[in-house]
Structures are given as structure tokens and as C-alpha cells.
């Protein structure tokens, strides 16, 4: 069955830097496309950054880009969120998700939280 496990969340201070790990397992991971989606306290989860199947195209969100960088390494099945620069307002859960044969799958989450 699909797994997706997130990894690397934390406490850190404003400007602080994170990298986020899912690892995937259950289907073929070289071949979809991977999304990482985020969940503010009292907000609606919203899509972060997606990143094309063999990792050769991404696409973000306005809020992070140029702080946020998604990757991947099919060799590990595995999707990676670099977050730089972090600021309050990045605290939330982050997840990842895929969707095989029409069905999405998410993660369990990963917590970030920003604070001094």
C-alpha cells in the first residue's frame, strides 16, 4: 500500500532553515509527480510546491518562492523540502501527498513551528 512518512520538522527561530524529508513507498515513486501541501492552526491546508516526476520541473506557491526549494531523489524514493528564511508565519503542518490512479495519498505531517 502507499506510505508517505514526512521527516525534519521542528522549533526554529525566525531565519532559521529546515529540510523536510517524505519518503515514499507502495507505488513507483520515478513516476508522479510529488506535492507538498502545509496546514496553518485555524487555516485551510494550502499546496506549497510540486515537483514533476523525474524532478526536472517545480512550481510554488507565491508566498514561499525564492525561500522554498522542492526536490527529489528517485533513487530513494524520496521528496525533500529545503524552507530558508523562516518567518512565524510558516508555522504549520506540512504534508505531502501524491496522487496514484486517481486516488491521493497523504502523509502524516510534519510540524513546523517558528518562534524566538
Known amino acids: 500500500q502507499v506510505q508517505l512518512v514526512e521527516s525534519g520538522g521542528g522549533l526554529v527561530q525566525p531565519g532559521g532553515s529546515l529540510r523536510l524529508s517524505c519518503a515514499a513507498s507502495g507505488f513507483t515513486f520515478s513516476s508522479y509527480a510529488m506535492s507538498w501541501f502545509r496546514q496553518a492552526p485555524g487555516k485551510e491546508r494550502e499546496l506549497v510546491a510540486t515537483i514533476t516526476s523525474a524532478g526536472t520541473g517545480t512550481n510554488y506557491a507565491d508566498s514561499v518562492k525564492g525561500r522554498f526549494t522542492i526536490s527529489r531523489d528517485n533513487a530513494k524514493n524520496t521528496v525533500y523540502l529545503q524552507i530558508n528564511t523562516l518567518t512565524p508565519e510558516d508555522t504549520a503542518v506540512y504534508y505531502c501527498?501524491?496522487?496514484?490512479?486517481?486516488?491521493?495519498?497523504w502523509g502524516q505531517g510534519t510540524q513546523v513551528t517558528v518562534s524566538s
Open positions: 501527498r501524491v496522487s496514484v490512479t486517481g486516488k491521493t495519498y
